[in-house]
């Protein structure tokens, strides 16, 4: 019967840095913190300019959304007008 192992027990070390001390987790949590704080505020700018976008312009904002989340997607924007023009010719009288 052969021995499969599957974890390397050899002595060989790594250049990781495997020692932490309270400081290192309350420099992470503190670092942590300011990047979530910092996100939550561009949130809200995007949130605000949005908004007076969508005041200023008088777009639809379904539009909007579906454009956004076509281009989230990385969706061609061509081809799925021309597959929605193809459609609704089929439904045109």
């Not at 052969?2 to 001390?21: H, L, P």
């Not at 992470?28 to 976008?53: M, P, T």
């Amino acid at each position: 019967m052969t021995v499969v192992r599957i974890f390397n027990d050899s002595e060989e070390k790594t250049d990781v840095n495997t020692t932490w001390s309270m400081e290192d987790a309350k420099e992470y949590v503190k670092q942590y913190l300011v990047y979530d704080l910092q996100i939550k505020d561009l949130q809200e700018s995007r949130r605000e300019w949005s908004a007076d976008f969508l005041k200023k312009k008088s777009i639809p904002k379904k539009e909007l959304t579906q454009a956004l989340n076509a281009a989230k997607k990385e969706l061609d924007i061509d081809i799925i007008t021309e597959i929605y023009n193809n459609i609704s010719d089929m439904f045109v009288d």
